[in-house]
C-alpha cells in the first residue's frame, strides 16, 4: 500500500519549458489537492478535485493547469514555467466531507522539488 | 488576518519538557480541526485530529475552544525525535474537502 506516489522526486527547468508532475494514489480516496510550499508562506492551495472528471481552481492557479481523468491520478502541469514557480509541490488526497461538511485529514505524497532557471 | 495563524517560533526546549503550541482561526464556522508535523524537507503528516471534547494520543492533548477560536497542542515529556514543525489545520465548513494550512510552529529539543 504505497499511498500517495508523487513523480518525479527533483526536477530542474528552463524558463518557459513545460512539465508535468503526477499524483497517483491507491486509497480510493475521492477528493485530491496539489499545494506548493514556499519558505514562510505555508502550504497554499493550486488546484483541487472532488471526482474523477472535474477539477477547481484554488488559492493560487495561475500558471498552472490539472486534470482528473482517473480516480487515482491528478496531473499538474506547468505549460511554460516561470522562475517564481520554483517550489516544492505537494499532493494530497482524502475521503470526501461527511455529512455536515466535517472535513477530512489529507495525506499527502513526499512532494516533487522543482526549479526553474 | 489570516484564516489560521501561529507563533512560528522556534521553540527551543530541553528533553523532558512540557511545551505548548497554540493556533487562532477566523472563520467561525469551521467544523473541523487538525495538527500535522512536518519535519525538515518532509510532506506533513497527521498528527492527530481535534475533537471538540479534548482528546489525548500518548504525550500529546488537544484541545478546541470553538469560543474563542483557539487550538492548541500540548507535548509532554518533549523527546529529542519531536523536533519539527507543527502545523495547525482547519477544514471551514465545506463539501470541497479543503483544509486551510496554518505557516507552522518549530520546536527544537534539545539534549
Known amino acids: 500500500n504505497a499511498g500517495v506516489t508523487q513523480t518525479p522526486k527533483f526536477r530542474v527547468l528552463k524558463t518557459g519549458q513545460s512539465m508535468t508532475l503526477l499524483c497517483a494514489q491507491d486509497?480510493?480516496?475521492?477528493?485530491m489537492y496539489w499545494y506548493r510550499q514556499d519558505p514562510g508562506m505555508g502550504l497554499r492551495l493550486i488546484h483541487y478535485?472532488?471526482?474523477?472528471?472535474?477539477?477547481a481552481k484554488g488559492e493560487v492557479p495561475d500558471g498552472y493547469n490539472v486534470s482528473r481523468l482517473k480516480k487515482q491520478n491528478f496531473l499538474l502541469g506547468l505549460e511554460s514555467a516561470a522562475p517564481s514557480q520554483t517550489s516544492v509541490y505537494f499532493c494530497?488526497?482524502?475521503?470526501?466531507?461527511?455529512?455536515?461538511?466535517?472535513?477530512?485529514?489529507?495525506?499527502f505524497g513526499d512532494g516533487t522539488r522543482l526549479s526553474i532557471l | 488576518r489570516k484564516e489560521v495563524e501561529q507563533d512560528p517560533g522556534p521553540f527551543n526546549v530541553p528533553e523532558g519538557a512540557t511545551v505548548a503550541f497554540n493556533c487562532t482561526y477566523s472563520?467561525?464556522?469551521?467544523?473541523?480541526f487538525f495538527w500535522y508535523r512536518q519535519d525538515c524537507r518532509k510532506e506533513p503528516k497527521l498528527l492527530m485530529s481535534v475533537y471538540s471534547s479534548g482528546n489525548e494520543d500518548g504525550r500529546f492533548t488537544a484541545q478546541l475552544n470553538r469560543a474563542s477560536q483557539y487550538i492548541s497542542l500540548l507535548i509532554r515529556d518533549s523527546k529529542l525525535s519531536d523536533s519539527a514543525t507543527y502545523l495547525c489545520?482547519?477544514?471551514?465548513?465545506?463539501?470541497?474537502?479543503?483544509?486551510?494550512f496554518g505557516q507552522g510552529t518549530t520546536l527544537q529539543v534539545k539534549p
Open positions: 489545520v482547519v477544514g471551514p465548513s465545506s463539501n470541497t474537502g479543503k483544509l486551510i
Open positions: 478535485s472532488v471526482g474523477e472528471g472535474t477539477t
Open positions: 494530497a488526497s482524502s475521503y470526501p466531507s461527511l455529512r455536515g461538511n466535517s472535513n477530512q485529514p489529507q495525506h
Open positions: 486509497m480510493n480516496h475521492e477528493y
Open positions: 472563520n467561525s464556522a469551521s467544523q473541523s
